[in-house]
């Protein structure tokens, strides 16, 4: 059974910077492609950043590029999205996600396993 467990939210001020962990087990993650999604009150998941288990380019929305940064360890098993510059506009909660087909989608739909979703709120 796939776990994956998120920490590491909280609440901020604008322009600071805070460090997502997410921490998967249940099977090796070898192919799999691990995501970051954020939903807002009222809003639909967006995708927010990805990057493949055994390497290669992350991907990123726009809207995060050149302020959040996804990696991995893989001796933990865990999965970072470091959050600089924060916003207010950054405020949701924040989810890690896995997909088995190896391929990088922004679709949530294209995910296979979810974790519970850690709160992130930044004040202006």
């Known amino acids: 059974q796939v776990q994956l467990v998120e920490s590491g939210g909280g609440l901020v001020q604008a322009g600071d910077s805070l460090r997502l962990s997410c921490a998967a087990s249940?099977?090796?993650?070898?192919?799999?492609?691990m995501g970051w999604f954020r939903q807002a009150p009222g809003s639909e998941r967006d995708f927010v950043a990805a990057?493949?288990?055994?390497?290669?380019?992350?991907y990123y929305a726009d809207s995060v590029k050149g302020r959040f940064t996804i990696s991995r360890d893989n001796a933990k098993n865990t999965v970072y999205l470091q959050m600089n510059i924060l916003s207010p506009e950054d405020s949701a909660v924040y989810y890690c996600?896995?997909?088995?087909?190896?391929?990088?989608?922004?679709?949530?739909?294209?995910?296979?396993?979810w974790g519970q979703g850690t709160q992130v709120t930044v004040s202006s």
């Open positions: 996600a896995a997909a088995r087909n190896g391929l990088i989608r922004r679709a949530a739909d294209a995910y296979d396993y």
């Open positions: 249940g099977r090796t993650f070898n192919n799999y492609v």
């Open positions: 990057i493949r288990w055994y390497g290669g380019n992350p």
